[in-house]
């Protein structure tokens, strides 16, 4: 029998597994194109002709205080290629390093230490500026948005005289693509402003791939322009984290063309969907803990048949990643208990919780991971210690002729079946 070695990425390596080539519909992966663009050329491009704005240097002036949000640890922005290129902008523009302040967007994630800074901005922007973490309890209240959601941004970003944002374009499973105005909400704002935007993450329009009706994207955008942003800086990143596009200006006209170049990459035709779908979450740090992780089995659901199943390669180091969600998962007893509770109230983690459950309403999910399998049987999730395991499992609940369709990149692929 032929068989096809299958590689997906785990945490800073690899797993690997043979299936018979026969049954796979195909191995699907982001589009590739402009891959061998040089990276600080297309970093260079972007800032020297930016969308919708006048370039940087000319946008700040001398005893401006300037705020500088970025991604913490669970997100791929390259923060450390990102930021020379803007403190040289705005060196060129007589702002001193004293002036500037680099702030971690963390939404609700944890601090992250004085290491995990110096490595995500390197040692270089780490030595020569203040870098700080963003602190949701440690807020200016600015309004209230028509969805009603309480405008509440942490203090030094209101508080400075311009604001840029960095961050990284790709799919997300409810706010239609990340970037943009979103490192600042969800990124530097209150628990509060936090909960009532995702809260709308149960709308059906809250989608990934999805930006304009969707209501969670329109309030994240409404609430920031309360605020304002001044300058975005955006990647978008291949499977190996190689930067393959770039834009800098305007928050929202600047983004949409980075939502523009990541829509190009990342949807995908499929033939129809599989009874088996074979999932990496895309390596560290996107399977840095399930709560991450879910992302891409949000994406896998779309290639997978009524009553398939779901086979997802996530490392997990950190665990589940959010106390609220460990709960929400381990504790339910049917997925409907977990989807009725959000209803009733939205609590942040058991969104995450709520999404999964979603999923797990309509597929059989395997997970290979680090993970205690115990916990993950609590969640109604099969654990497993590898894949050969685990499709050998899934061939015998869906059947020896199933096929298959491979996503290495789960949360970076749209994928759309055909007719």
């Not at 000319?58 to 640890?73: C, E, H, M």
């Amino acid at each position: 029998m032929d068989v096809t070695t299958i590689e997906l990425p785990y945490g800073r390596s690899s797993v690997s597994v043979d299936a018979p080539t026969g049954n796979i519909l195909g191995i699907f992966r982001p589009q590739t194109d402009g891959q061998d663009s040089d990276e600080d050329v297309l970093l260079r491009e972007a800032l020297a002709n930016p969308v919708g704005s006048p370039r940087l240097r000319d946008l700040v002036r001398p005893g401006q205080k300037i705020a500088i949000v970025t991604s913490d640890l669970t997100r791929p922005c390259p923060s450390e290629r990102l930021l020379p290129l803007i403190l040289d902008e705005l060196a060129a523009s007589g702002i001193p390093d004293a002036d500037v302040t680099v702030v971690i967007a963390l939404g609700l994630h944890r601090p992250m230490t004085a290491e995990e800074l110096e490595v995500t901005v390197g040692t270089d922007v780490y030595r020569r500026v203040a870098v700080i973490n963003h602190d949701p309890r440690d807020t200016v209240r600015l309004g209230v948005t028509a969805a009603g959601t309480p405008v509440e941004i942490f203090r030094p970003v209101v508080e400075s005289d311009v604001r840029i944002c960095l961050g990284n374009v790709e799919l997300h499973y409810f706010v239609g693509y990340s970037g943009g105005a979103k490192a600042i909400l969800p990124g530097c704002a209150s628990d509060a402003t936090i909960t009532a935007n995702h809260a709308m993450m149960v709308r059906a329009e809250a989608c990934a791939g999805r930006l304009e009706g969707n209501p969670v994207r329109g309030d994240i955008e409404e609430g920031v322009a309360m605020v304002g942003v001044d300058f975005i800086f955006n990647v978008v990143l291949d499977g190996n984290h190689r930067i393959i596009g770039a834009v800098a200006g305007d928050v929202t006209a600047a983004h949409r063309h980075g939502c523009e170049i990541a829509a190009q990459r990342s949807t995908v035709a499929i033939p129809k969907q599989a009874d088996i779908v074979l999932v990496g979450a895309g390596g560290y740090p996107s399977d840095v803990n399930l709560y991450q992780a879910q992302k891409a089995l949000d994406n896998a659901q779309y290639s997978v048949r009524d009553g398939g199943v779901i086979v997802m390669s996530a490392e997990c180091s950190e665990g589940f990643g959010n106390q609220t969600f460990e709960t929400w998962m381990t504790n339910a007893n049917s997925p409907e208990e977990v989807l009725d509770r959000i209803q009733q109230k939205f609590v942040i983690g058991g969104h995450k919780a709520a999404a999964i459950a979603a999923v797990l309403r309509r597929a059989t999910v395997y997970l290979v991971s680090a993970l205690s399998p115990k916990p993950v049987r609590n969640c109604g999730i099969v654990p497993f210690a590898n894949l050969r395991e685990a499709m050998q499992a899934a061939f015998d609940e869906a059947g020896k002729r199933s096929d298959i369709i491979v996503m290495p990149n789960g949360g970076s692929i749209l994928p759309v079946a055909g007719n």
